[in-house]
C-alpha cells in the first residue's frame, strides 16, 4: 500500500483563486510529521509547510495552509490567492522513524497550472 | 537558496559505466539524505548518512554506494549504469532534530543513461 497518496495529477485554478491540493497518508506511528514540498521545473525541492502529528492547530505560512484531519489520515494544502508563479509540482511527504532513523516518503505529486 | 548545490547538473552515461554525483550541504548540517527520481513520479528514498556513516537506506541495490566527508559534502556512487538508472538525483540535507526536521534540497543532477 502506498504510504502518501495523491490522487490529483494535475490541476488548474485561475490567478487569485484557491486551489486545494488533496494528500491522503497511512501510517501506523503516532509521531510522524507531514511536509508540502513545490518543485518548478527547475528540479529544486522547496519547502512550503509542516504539520506535526500532534500539532492541534492547522499550520499556516503566508498564502499556505494545511488541512490536517487526523482521523481521516490527510492533510490537503491550500493556497489562497493563487499567482502564475504558483505553477510547478507538488509533493506531500511524510517523515517517519521506523527504524529508528528518519527519512521523508514522498507522495506522486500534483501538478498545478495557473491561468491568467 | 537552500544551500545545498550539486553537480554536475547535468549527466550523461552509457550503460554500464560508473558515475559519482556530488553534494555539498548546508552549513552545520549533519545529516545528507539522497532520492532518485524518476520521469512523472514523486523522490524515493535512497539512502540517508550521519556524522560520516550510513544509517538508512531504502530499497536500492548495493550498486548504489555513498560517503559523507567530514566536511559533511557526500557523494554518490552508481556502479553498472542500467538504462532505469535515468532520473533526477536530488540531495537532501538537514539538522536532525526529529519529526519537524526540515530537508533542504539541491537543484539535483539529472543523470540520462544511454
Known amino acids: 500500500a502506498q504510504k502518501i497518496t495523491q490522487t490529483q495529477p494535475g490541476m488548474f485554478v485561475q490567478e487569485k483563486e484557491a486551489v486545494t491540493l488533496d494528500c491522503t497518508y497511512d501510517?501506523?506511528?503516532?509521531?510522524?510529521?507531514l511536509f508540502w514540498y513545490k518543485q518548478p521545473s527547475s528540479g529544486e525541492m522547496i519547502f512550503l509547510i509542516y504539520?506535526?502529528?500532534?500539532?492541534?492547530q492547522n499550520a499556516t505560512e503566508g498564502r499556505y495552509s494545511l488541512n490536517f484531519q487526523k482521523a481521516r489520515k490527510s492533510a490537503n494544502l491550500v493556497i489562497s490567492a493563487s499567482q502564475l508563479g504558483d505553477s510547478a509540482m507538488y509533493f506531500c511527504?511524510?517523515?517517519?522513524?521506523?527504524?529508528?532513523?528518519?527519512?521523508?516518503?514522498f507522495g506522486k505529486g500534483t501538478m498545478l497550472l495557473v491561468s491568467p | 537558496e537552500t544551500g545545498v548545490t550539486q553537480s554536475p547538473t547535468h549527466l550523461i552515461k552509457t550503460r554500464g559505466q560508473q558515475v559519482t554525483l556530488r553534494c555539498s550541504s548546508q552549513?552545520?548540517?549533519?545529516?545528507v539524505s539522497w532520492y532518485q527520481q524518476a520521469l512523472g513520479q514523486g523522490p524515493q528514498f535512497i539512502f540517508q548518512?550521519?556524522?560520516?556513516?550510513?544509517?538508512g537506506r531504502g530499497n536500492f541495490p548495493p550498486r548504489f554506494s555513498g560517503l559523507q566527508f567530514p566536511n559533511y559534502s557526500s557523494e554518490l556512487n552508481v556502479n553498472a549504469l542500467e538504462l532505469d538508472d535515468s532520473a533526477l538525483y536530488l540531495c537532501?540535507?538537514?539538522?536532525?532534530?526529529?519529526?519537524?526536521?526540515?530537508?533542504?534540497f539541491g537543484q539535483g543532477t539529472r543523470l540520462t543513461v544511454v
Open positions: 537532501a540535507s538537514s539538522l536532525e532534530k526529529g519529526m519537524n526536521t526540515e530537508a533542504f
Open positions: 501510517t501506523s506511528d503516532q509521531s510522524y510529521g
Open positions: 504539520q506535526g502529528s500532534y500539532d492541534e
Open positions: 511527504a511524510m517523515r517517519e522513524a521506523p527504524f529508528g532513523y528518519s527519512t521523508l516518503t
Open positions: 552549513s552545520g548540517h549533519n545529516t
Open positions: 548518512y550521519y556524522r560520516e556513516e550510513e544509517n
